[in-house]
């Protein structure tokens, strides 16, 4: 069974510019969720999407929003770069419940210069 | 709310020495608990996780953890650790709210 892929791997932009990252969950789960990772603040939840609602949220400004299709792929969308939000972004996928294992992929590695 | 504490932020072990990596919780409730490992550039892998039962739990590469309520501990250990095991590894703590609070982490790196 193929595992969580994001793309893309790699990003870099300017300050004031959006992006959109996109993942795609392991075939059959439907719970998809994002943190982010930096050296400072380490891993942060953004927030969890299931069956296209979003059940929780992180303490993030409103500048981070995302969604999810009715086939469990999720994309994540940060509006108005800063530097700050240089960092790894993780997008995990489960089954549902909550004591499901959080499967991760690989990242997209955002730099914003 | 939910909180991971890793007191160790760099630990340095010889190959074939033993490993073991602290962890302290804070959840009210019945804490759901994972130890995952991450290489440089990868995303996150299951070493093992604990949500009832048994309190020692073995996982993947040789890693064992126990549970202890009464210390509100989840340590991770290694008999004999390998040059592959140098990483960074997190312990996390699910929560009925759909997240996982991660600690700082702690990174190993093994001697020859």
């Known amino acids: 069974k193929a595992g969580v892929t994001q793309t893309p791997r790699y990003l870099i932009k300017t300050r004031g510019q959006q992006v959109t990252l996109s993942c795609s969950p392991i075939s059959g789960h439907r719970s998809v969720s994002w943190y982010q990772q930096t050296p400072g603040q380490g891993l942060q939840f953004l927030f969890e999407y299931f069956s296209e609602t979003q059940r929780n949220k992180g303490n993030f400004p409103g500048r981070f929003s995302g969604r999810q299709f009715s086939n469990s792929r999720s994309e994540m969308n940060v509006s108005t770069l800063e530097l700050g939000d240089s960092a790894l972004y993780l997008c995990?996928?489960?089954?549902?419940?909550?004591?499901?294992?959080?499967?991760f992929g690989p990242g997209t590695r955002l730099l914003v210069l | 709310a939910q909180s991971v504490t890793q007191p160790d932020i760099h630990i340095t072990v010889s190959e074939g020495a033993s490993l073991e990596l602290r962890c302290n919780y804070s959840y009210g409730a019945t804490p759901y608990l994972f130890w995952y490992v991450q290489s440089p550039g990868q995303g996150l892998q299951l070493l093992l996780k604990?949500?009832?039962?048994?309190?020692l739990v073995q996982g993947i590469k040789g890693f064992e953890a126990e549970f202890k309520r009464s210390q509100s501990s989840f340590n991770l250990r290694k008999p004999s650790v390998h040059w592959s095991d140098a990483a960074e590894y997190f312990c996390?703590?699910?929560?009925?709210?759909?997240?996982?609070?991660f600690g700082a982490g702690t990174t190993v790196t093994v001697r020859a």
């Open positions: 995990a996928s489960s089954v549902d419940r909550v004591q499901e294992t959080q499967y």
């Open positions: 604990y949500f009832s039962g048994d309190t």
């Open positions: 996390a703590v699910g929560s009925n709210d759909y997240k996982l609070s």
